[in-house]
């Protein structure tokens, strides 16, 4: 769930019609159009500032809204047993706190793709997850849609679909290297299973 208390204004004035907010929108809530001045879907702007920050010429403001929006995906809309059970295979705790800007967790994540998302942008419009951070939130996007097995495409902008490989990633043959044993890959998975297994305080 995200409260919704800013969102994107252009300038057309200023504005160059150069792409660059199109490509860093987490949402695809603006494009540039014929005429060469962007525009923003104000229903699913959520005012995240990717695009004001990067424009070269400042021709794009938040503002205020003048009544908040509430976004999200209601996780006990899908079946809790399927929810555990995608949350696990992606190595998660439902409970597990995605995205630090937002606070999303991995239930709500999994109950989006669960309800029919596919794609990042999609979740990032549904649940106002952000998906700029190369580690912390497009990563475990991913590994949950490919644990729901989500064909991921290539990514609209220039966000990059490409999953980092994490420790459940690697062959035996480097796990068991006695080479390795400083590593304690096995005693990590042990204990972020345990992690993904845990009981919430529900
Ligand atoms: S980044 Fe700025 S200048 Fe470029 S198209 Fe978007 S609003 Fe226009
Ligand atoms: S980048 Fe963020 S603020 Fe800009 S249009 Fe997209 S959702 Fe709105």
Redesign the pocket.
Known sequence: MRIITT??VVDPETCIGCRT?EK????E??KVGDDKKAT?NLET????????SRCPTFA?K?VALKEKKVIGVDYTKAPQDQIAALCKKAQFHPEAVLCYCTGTRAREVAACILLGARTPEEISRQTGIRTGCSVECIQPILRLLTAAGVELGKAPGWQWYGLTPTNWDLPNDVVKNPDHKKFYFEADRKIMEQVTDAKGGE
């Open positions: 969102q994107a907010c860093v929108c987490p949402t809530s603006i923003v702007c959520t005012g995240c500032g990717n695009c004001e794009i938040l």
